[in-house]
């Protein structure tokens, strides 16, 4: 019974196709399943999927990095294979649910131009708007439970 168990558990961990629950910090709670064939992941592939659930700026950036936390530890894939055995490590230990930071370096002083900042800026404000909406929508919601409450 126990080789049974063994050799279920070998082929489960050589197993290529895992679905992995994703979460994109900080702004997003709730995470996303992401099937993926371990053997062939991609970094681009990756983002691309994260593109699909997520309309995330950082993504447009071409310097953009991935630093990934679990349980496990804290995973900083830079390449593809590093990407790979960063999954297949969380396999092995089956951890299947990790956040995912995208970090975008600063560019340096002179490589901004005036159409750069003005596109930044623009991005910011429309940001911006969208929060201060959701705030006056949690606002609202106060407001409605306080009566709601008021009146019982």
Partial sequence: ELLEQLALLRAQLNKSVRE???IVSPKWVRSF???????HATLEAFKDSIRAVYQTPA?????????????????????????????Q???????????VFIETPSKAFSDWTLDLLRQENAKLV?????LKH?????KQIIEENAEFKIKI
């Fill in 126 to 130: 429309v940001e911006n708007a969208e």
């Fill in 59 to 87: 993504l447009e950036n071409d310097g953009a990095v991935f630093n990934v936390v679990c349980d496990s530890g804290k995973y900083s894939p830079r390449n593809d294979q590093a990407l790979r055995e960063m999954l």
């Fill in 33 to 39: 399943k992401w099937t993926v064939n371990i053997e």
């Fill in 89 to 99: 490590l969380l396999v092995s230990k089956n951890n299947l649910k990790f956040t």
């Fill in 134 to 138: 959701e705030n006056s929508k949690l």
């Fill in 20 to 22: 992995f629950d994703v």
